[in-house]
Each structure stands twice: as C-alpha cells, then as structure tokens.
C-alpha cells in the first residue's frame, strides 16, 4: 500500500459517496513501484461493503471523470492505475474540464446531469461530497495502514513468489488479497520465529509434492501445517534408506 496514494485519495474530491469509497479501496491496495491497483471483486466488496454493481458503477465513474485509468491484466483481476500528483490538465487525458472541476468543487458530470459547470443544472439525487472517507472507512483504514507498517519489503516480494509458484500448477486461481498474505508472513516470522529462506523453502517443498501441492496454496494453509510439513521435508532429506533421528536414538 502506498501512503501517499492514500493521502491523495482522501483528499481529492470525488463528488459521489459510493465512488469516494472506492478510489479509497483502490489506494489501500496501491502498489507505488508501478502505479497499479490489483483489484478483485472479493477485495472491494469487502472493503467498501458495498454490493457488486455499486461498485461497477463507481469505478466507472472515476474513469470517466479521468481520476482513474484501467490496464489490460487478460485472466486476472482488473489492474488500475491512479493519477496521483498530476495537475487536472493532464488527468484524463488532456480533458480538463473533468477532474478540474473536481477540485475545485464545481462538478460539470455529478449526478448525471449535463455539462455546464452550474450546480441549477445537476439532476438526479443531491450529491453529497465527502472532503475526508466517512467514518467507517476511515477507521478500517487506519487499522490496516498499522498492520502495513509492519510489513517488509520482503514479506510482500515472498507473497508474490508464492502465487506465482501456485498459478505454475492451478493457473485459474483467482488473485488473492496480496497484503493479507504478506501480513500471514509477518505472523509467521515475528510469532512463530520463522525466517523468509525456511518459508520459502518449506513453501516450494509443498508446492512439489503429489500430495500437499492441491492442498498448500497460500501462506495461510502453510502455517497451518508448518509442523507437519517440516517433519516430513526432513525426513525426505534423510532419504528412504536412512534412519531418522529418532531411530538412531532408539537404536543407541
């Protein structure tokens, strides 16, 4: 997530409650390295608590009004890039008279109305514009941005390699929320006292076996079963032929 994305789209004005929702969840899951937003379905209804075609309707305003633009992702979750920083004459592809009017509060397409410019024009329901989230988004968000904190560079790259590992042997999964996976990497490495290299290493182990490679396809089923998993990773390791530790020491 990046604070910055989330600093601006808090601020921005966005002229519709339900779309404001929104451009909030996409900022949640910014990711700053390339400008995108990897939004699933499953994601922003839990995040919004709103409904499907709420939503749909939503995104499609932030990319008429030239807040948002969509990237081509074929097979997986629609990927949005955010216009942070950019002054309204370069938002929305030249069309000032969209996000320009955004700013400074004088909406030309809010409420489907046409474009003057004028408030007496607006049709439809009063717009209601929020300069801050409404409350209940506001305090989702600060619990995840403390959970974000914690986070490392590389509990996020070894989500990735984790999906990338999954979708080589189940190619239709659908994305998951990345930043919960990392943050079950987090769990895993401040309270069970695991390091990246024995995750990994215990991840792909599963990702290989006949067995556990339908049944270990996050970090969360990996937790679950870390224990079980090692013991039999080392006891592979020994090799069929090779007693384990334990029937050495019976043998002793």
Known sequence: MSLEAMKWAKKVMVGKSTAK???????DIHHAENNSCYASEANLVEFTEQNWKTIKKGIQYLVEVGIITPKTRTGQAPNYRLHIGETPSKIGGGKAGNCGNLRQGTPSKFGGGKETGTPSKFSGT?????????PNLEDKQVNRLNESDKLSGEDMRLARWMLDRVLLIA???????????????RLMRERDGREHREIESLFKFANEHRFWAANIRSPEKLRDQFA???????????????PSEQRRRLAI
């Not at 190619?171 to 919960?180: E, G, H, S, V």
Request: hydrophobic share 40%; net charge positive; no cysteine.
């Open 228 to 242: 079980t998993l090692d013991a039999q990773q080392r006891q592979a390791a020994n090799g069929p032929n090779q």
């Open 21 to 27: 929702a929104v451009l909030i969840a996409l900022a």
């Open 126 to 134: 009063p717009l209601q514009i929020f300069p801050e989230p409404p």
């Open 171 to 185: 190619p239709k999964t659908k994305t998951p929320n990345l930043d919960k996976w990392a943050n079950t990497i």
